[in-house]
């Protein structure tokens, strides 16, 4: 079975410019997370969906980010402006039970 | 709040000897779990091995094993016969499983590097 999917593996855009970073659960899993790694805070929780429903948004660090889960096998992420800041490795994560979770490889994003 | 501490930052291990490393947990709840996962320079993400606050066994998974002691919160990750393809960062991570949504909060991570 295919693992968690991320879609670009690497991204480099502009200051301003709108990124958009995908995820491709495990087929069957019911919750859905999206992490981002930097060196600064290390991994941190952005947000997480349990049955294509946001449940805890708390970590998204400002209204520049935005989520989405369509349906049980694609999410969204959304950058809209993006900033130098906002440059790092985002991972998203799928699970059906708490003794679990499986990573993607992640998307490098830079921002310059 | 919880919190997770990794205070080894790095350390060299000898090829086929054993290393442990060292992860302490910050919780009131009763029921949790403790996972560690394996990032190697490639940069993904490799679950390991998990260990629930209920399970009465520690945690095995092939080299893996969790050295799980409760009463002192910690769950220390012991590597068995160190192999060079083991160099990589390690990470602790801790979730409430009351929720039942398993959301994750990890610690610094402790950086291990293995020697022929």
């Known amino acids: 079975d295919a693992g968690v999917i991320q879609s670009p593996r690497h991204e480099v855009t502009e200051m301003g410019q709108e990124v958009t970073l995908r995820c491709k659960p495990i087929s069957g899993h019911n919750s859905l997370f999206w992490y981002r790694q930097t060196m600064m805070r290390g991994l941190e929780l952005l947000i997480y969906f349990n049955n294509n429903v946001p449940i805890d948004d708390s970590g998204m660090p400002e209204d520049r980010f935005s989520a989405k889960m369509p349906n049980a096998s694609f999410s969204t992420l959304k950058i809209q402006p993006s900033e130098p800041r906002d440059s790092a490795v985002y991972f998203c994560?799928?699970?059906?039970?708490?003794?679990?979770?499986?990573f993607g490889p992640g998307t490098r994003l830079t921002v310059l | 709040a919880q919190k997770i501490t990794q205070t080894q930052p790095g350390m060299f291990v000898q090829e086929k000897e054993a290393v442990t490393l060292d992860c302490t947990y910050d919780?009131?709840?009763?029921?949790?779990?403790l996972f560690w996962y394996k990032q190697p320079s490639s940069g993904e993400m490799i679950f390991l091995i998990y260990?629930?606050?209920?399970?009465?066994q520690n945690a095995t998974e092939g080299r893996y094993s969790l050295n799980f002691q409760k009463a002192r919160k910690s769950a220390n990750l012991v590597i068995s016969a160190s192999q060079l393809g083991d160099s990589a960062m390690y990470f602790c991570a801790m979730c409430m499983t009351t929720d039942s949504w398993g959301k994750l909060q990890f610690g610094a991570g402790t950086q291990v590097v293995v020697t022929p």
């Open positions: 994560a799928s699970s059906l039970t708490t003794r679990e979770q499986f």
């Open positions: 260990q629930g606050s209920y399970d009465e």
């Open positions: 919780t009131s709840d009763q029921s949790y779990g």
